[in-house]
C-alpha cells in the first residue's frame, strides 16, 4: 500500500545511537535515508514494515557515523540504489563504495529523485559534511533533522513548515550529566557539534512548525540518557497552542515505527472502504 494522494510517508526503521535509517515513499518512489543497520537488520525492519529493500531506488545519506552508513557497503553489492550525499562526506565514506555504485553529489540545489525533491541542508555536527533534508512530493513535504548539536535561524528556513518533522530528541541535560558515559563523551555530546537535547529539539520543533504541520517524529533518542515519555511531555510543552493540529510520536531504537504521513486526503476508494481502518490508521502503527 503506497500514499496515494500526492502525498509522502515516511517510517522510522528505528533510531538512536546504534544505528538509524528511515523508509519514506510515495505512490511512485521508495527511497532511504541513511542504512545505519547491519543488512540483515536492516532488509528485515523493512520487510516487517511491509517492503522490500530489492524497491529502493535513492539513499540519502545524512553523515558518515558508523550508526548511518553501516550497511551501505553490503547493500550497494547486492542493489544498484543512487546514493545522495554531500561532497565532504562522499569523501569520509568512500571506502564503503563498491566499484560501480551510482553516487551523486548533492549541495545546496534541490535535486530529483523520482517524483521527490531532494533539498539538502547543512546542520552542525563533528563530521566532514553533514546534512539534514527535506523532501517534496506533489501534495506533501517532510524533513528529516538528527546528528546537530545546535540548530539556526538559516536551518529554520530552509526547513520551512514541512507536513512531517522528524526532529532530534537525543538527550536529557540532567540525565546526561548523571549518567554512565565518560566525561569526554558527555561534553561531546552536550556541545554545539554534538546533538540536540529535547529542549534545543523542541525549540527548533516550535520555530518549525507552521499551520500545514500535522505530524512531528521525535528521533535519535538515547537509550541512555532519554526516555520517550519525557522527551515527548517537553515538545508538548514547548509546543503548546500549536498543538491542536500536530501529533506528536517518538521513534524508537528497538523497532519501526511509526508510520507518519503527509496528508489525510480519502480517495474515492477509501471512502467506500469507510467502516474498515482508514489508510491513515493503516500507516500508523500502535505506539
Ligand atoms: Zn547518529
Ligand atoms: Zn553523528
Not at 552508513?69 to 569520509?92: C, D, E, F
Not at 515505527?257 to 490508521?281: D, F, L
Request: glycine share 8%; net charge neutral; proline share 5%.
Amino acid at each position: 500500500m503506497r500514499v496515494a494522494d500526492g502525498g509522502i510517508a515516511v517510517c522510522p526503521l528505528g533510531s538512536g545511537s546504534k544505528g538509524n535509517a528511515y523508509w519514506v515513499e510515495t505512490a511512485k518512489t521508495a527511497i532511504l535515508i541513511d542504512a545505519g543497520f547491519s543488512f540483515k537488520q536492516l532488509s528485515g525492519r523493512i520487510a516487517d514494515i511491509g517492503r522490500d529493500i530489492a524497491d529502493v531506488e535513492h539513499v540519502f545519506i545524512t553523515h558518515e557515523h558508523n550508526d548511518h552508513i553501516q550497511s551501505l557497503k553490503v547493500m550497494l553489492k547486492r542493489h544498484r540504489p543512487t546514493i545522495w550525499t554531500s561532497a565532504g562526506t562522499l569523501r569520509a565514506i568512500r571506502k564503503h563504495l563498491p566499484d560501480g555504485a551510482s553516487v551523486k553529489r548533492i549541495n545546496s540545489n534541490p535535486e530529483n529523485a523520482g517524483d521527490i525533491v531532494a533539498q539538502a541542508i547543512p546542520v552542525r555536527h563533528d563530521a566532514a559534511e553533514p546534512f539534514a533534508y527535506r523532501f517534496d512530493s506533489h501534495a506533501g513535504s517532510l524533513a528529516i533533522v538528527t546528528d546537530l548539536g545546535e540548530w539556526t535561524p538559516d536551518n529554520v528556513k530552509a526547513l520551512d513548515g514541512p507536513d512531517v518533522f522528524v526532529c532530534e530528541a537525543n538527550h536529557d541535560p540532567e540525565m546526561l550529566a548523571a549518567g554512565p558515559y565518560p566525561w569526554y563523551l558527555k561534553q561531546r555530546i552536550a556541545s554545539e557539534t554534538g546533538h540536540l537535547s529535547n529542549e534545543q529539539g523542541a525549540m527548533l520543533a516550535a520555530a518549525v512548525v507552521k499551520k500545514g504541520t500535522r505530524e512531528i517524529v521525535l528521533a535519535h533518542l538515547s537509550e541512555t540518557n532519554n526516555d520517550s515519555s519525557l522527551a515527548l511531555e517537553v515538545f508538548g510543552t514547548q509546543l503548546n497552542g500549536k498543538r491542536d493540529h500536530v501529533h506528536i510520536h517518538a521513534a524508537s531504537q528497538a523497532q519501526p515505527g511509526p508510520w507518519v504521513r503527509s496528508a489525510v486526503h480519502e480517495t474515492a476508494g477509501e471512502k467506500q472502504a469507510r467502516g474498515g481502518p482508514s489508510i491513515a490508521s493503516l500507516l500508523r502503527r500502535p505506539r
